[in-house]
């Protein structure tokens, strides 16, 4: 069982929509939760950065952890063309390091 | 300004062959980090370096050395290349080891082994 799964999709929905994106993982000890997004041939960036439980909002986006249940989730409201991208997990332990999940691609239609 | 910048954007070369890529960050970070995505898109750390010592070697094979000449730069060079070494190479930085959860990539380098 890999410490952090993902479905990698693809997943496409049409413009407005709410997306929701989530990961699943085994390591209890994993204490920060991010979000990083990657554009085709692009590298990944940093979109949300959470620590511990709880949710996080940054203006259309919204960073939910759930460690009870170990799993992670991002929505997105008022999808736009331009969040088309691939969407990587990451998490890490304190002094560890970040390990990926596989990345879902979503692909949002006009 | 580009961030994080990393030449050459694509690499084909042949099965044992040397290479090496070469990375440059301007946002005054002090620990930079090499990371490899394969076909499936899963990316992993192979290395990283904080102020030009190096503080993860996650068994990467020794055909693979890092060098920091400064704490702005890390290039990879890699000797007798493999098919398997096929990848997407991704420089990164973060302001230091303890912000290593805010990483900033550079664009990466496609590197295909023939």
């Known amino acids: 069982q890999k410490e952090v799964e993902q479905d990698p999709g693809p997943l496409s929905v049409p413009e407005g929509a709410i997306v929701s994106l989530n990961c699943t993982y085994s390591?209890?000890?994993?204490?920060?939760f991010m979000w990083y997004r990657q554009y085709s041939r692009k590298g990944p960036e940093l979109l949300m950065y959470?620590?511990?439980?709880g949710n996080k909002e940054d203006g259309r986006f919204t960073a939910q952890v759930d460690k009870s249940s170990k799993y992670i989730s991002l929505f997105i409201r008022d999808s736009q063309p331009s969040d088309s991208a691939t969407y990587l997990c990451a998490m890490s332990e304190r002094a560890q390091k970040l390990v990926f999940g596989q990345g879902t691609r979503l692909t949002i239609n006009p | 300004d580009t961030a994080v910048s990393q030449t050459p954007k694509y690499l084909v070369t042949q099965m044992g062959n040397d290479k090496s890529i070469k990375c440059e960050q301007n946002?005054?970070?002090?620990?930079m980090y090499w990371y490899k995505q394969d076909s499936k898109k899963f990316l992993k750390i192979m290395f990283s370096?904080?102020?030009?010592?190096?503080?993860i070697n996650e068994t990467v094979p020794n055909r693979f050395s890092p060098k920091s000449p400064d704490k702005a730069h890390l290039n990879l060079h890699i000797n007798s290349l493999e098919l398997g070494d096929s990848a997407v190479y991704f420089c990164?930085?973060?302001?230091?080891?303890?912000?290593?959860?805010?990483?900033?990539f550079g664009s990466g380098t496609q590197l295909s082994v023939l």
């Open positions: 370096y904080n102020n030009k010592e190096l503080i």
């Open positions: 990164a930085s973060s302001q230091d080891y303890a912000q290593r959860e805010k990483l900033f």
């Open positions: 390591n209890s000890a994993f204490q920060y």
């Open positions: 946002l005054g970070h002090d620990t």
């Open positions: 959470t620590y511990s439980s």
